[in-house]
Nanobody
Framework: QVQLVESGGGLVQDGGSLRLSCAAS????????MGWYRQAPGKQRELVAS???????NYVDSVKDRFTISRDNAKKTVYLQMNRLKPEDTAVYYC???????????????WGQGTRVTVSS
């Protein structure tokens, strides 16, 4: 059974930093794209950043130059370094990954349980 476990959320002041981590576990034979989404109260879930297996990254405009996504393929972990946080970054952040696993032998999308980030003004 594949699991994505997130950590690193919390309360931070305007302008502060946080680092989110998401580790995949289970009978995994490959991981393709990994990404971070967020959902603020009353809003739809949006893609914040993504990274391919080869390290190509993509960001939503509102976090460019403030957030950095990275991954450690050996550890099956994706990170989101968030700097210069703003109150509008407040949301629940979810990890997502396209993972190939057994016994299915195919790739499927998996989600983490979410970690809350609150930025106070």
């Amino acid at each position: 059974q594949v699991q994505l476990v997130e950590s690193g959320g919390g309360l931070v002041q305007d302008g502060g930093s946080l680092r989110l981590s998401c580790a995949a576990s289970g009978s995994i034979f490959g991981i393709r794209d990994m990404g971070w989404y967020r959902q603020a109260p009353g809003k739809q879930r949006e893609l914040v950043a993504s990274i391919t297996a080869g390290g190509i990254t993509n960001y939503v405009d509102s976090v460019k130059d403030r957030f950095t996504i990275s991954r450690d393929n050996a550890k099956k972990t994706v990170y989101l370094q968030m700097n210069r946080l703003k109150p509008e970054d407040t949301a629940v952040y979810y990890c997502n990954a396209n993972i190939g696993s057994y016994p299915t032998g195919s790739y499927m999308n998996f989600w983490g349980q979410g970690t809350r980030v609150t930025v106070s003004s």
